[in-house]
T-cell receptor, first 113, second 112 residues
């Protein structure tokens, strides 16, 4: 039982390049989230999804897009990477949205030069 | 604007001591307050959580104290151990909303 798996774990981009982070969960959870973690700023919600085919904006959505075509997968895209998007990205899932019990992946460290 | 304010940013405690991390919030609609623990290179994991209808919840060496009138809650780690060295995040969630708001984190180091 893998839980929440993120790929890739590390990536270096040049400014203006695009990329996609993949999150996969095998727990049949309805809700999925993308957070970014920056020193001194905690975890900030980028986008989230309350079910297959749905997405919604979080606190810091600008510069990112997401898709949830399959229940088990939640993709985070950067169309034109900027140095300000250098961060550690965490995907999380939960069986329901109102318990606050999130299961996190191990993170994807992105550096934008 | 930080909806959940967490302090201190870092904390050093001797083995066997008590670690205390504090959080404060303004939104009175928050009704669920979890704490997450994160080890280096790993994602956060739920440690303990409380709802505002109780003032304290204890699980082993970990206790949440909740003060609804002051809009504050804290995590106490009794008999702190080197294995407790990690970053701790408090969080809050509003009823009917599907998203958690996190504090800025506290890096705890328990010295042997």
């Amino acid at each position: 039982n893998a839980g929440v798996t993120q790929t890739p774990k590390f990536r270096v981009l040049k400014t203006g390049q695009s990329m996609t982070l993949l999150c996969a969960q095998d727990m049949n959870h309805e809700y999925m989230y993308w957070y970014r973690q920056d020193p001194g700023m905690g975890l900030r919600l980028i986008h989230y999804s309350v079910g297959e085919g749905t997405t919604a904006k979080g606190e810091v959505p600008d510069g990112y897009n997401v898709s949830r075509l399959k229940k088990q997968n939640f993709l985070l895209g950067l169309e034109s990477a900027a140095p300000s998007q250098t961060s550690v990205y965490f995907c999380a899932s939960s069986i329901r949205g109102d318990t606050g019990e999130l299961f996190f992946g191990e993170g994807s460290r992105l550096t934008v030069l | 604007q930080q909806q959940v304010k967490q302090s201190p940013q870092s904390l050093i405690v001797q083995k066997g001591g008590i670690s205390i991390i504090n959080c404060a919030y303004e939104n009175t609609a928050f009704d669920y307050f979890p704490w997450y623990q994160q080890f280096p290179g790993k994602g956060p994991a739920l440690l303990i959580a409380i709802r505002p209808d109780v003032s304290e919840k204890k699980e082993g060496r970990f206790t949440i104290s909740f003060n609804k009138s002051a809009k504050q809650f804290s995590l106490h780690i009794m008999d702190s151990q080197p294995g407790d060295s990690a970053t701790y995040f408090c969080a809050a969630q509003e009823e009917g909303f599907q998203k958690l708001v996190f504090g800025t984190g506290t890096r705890l180091l328990v010295s042997p």
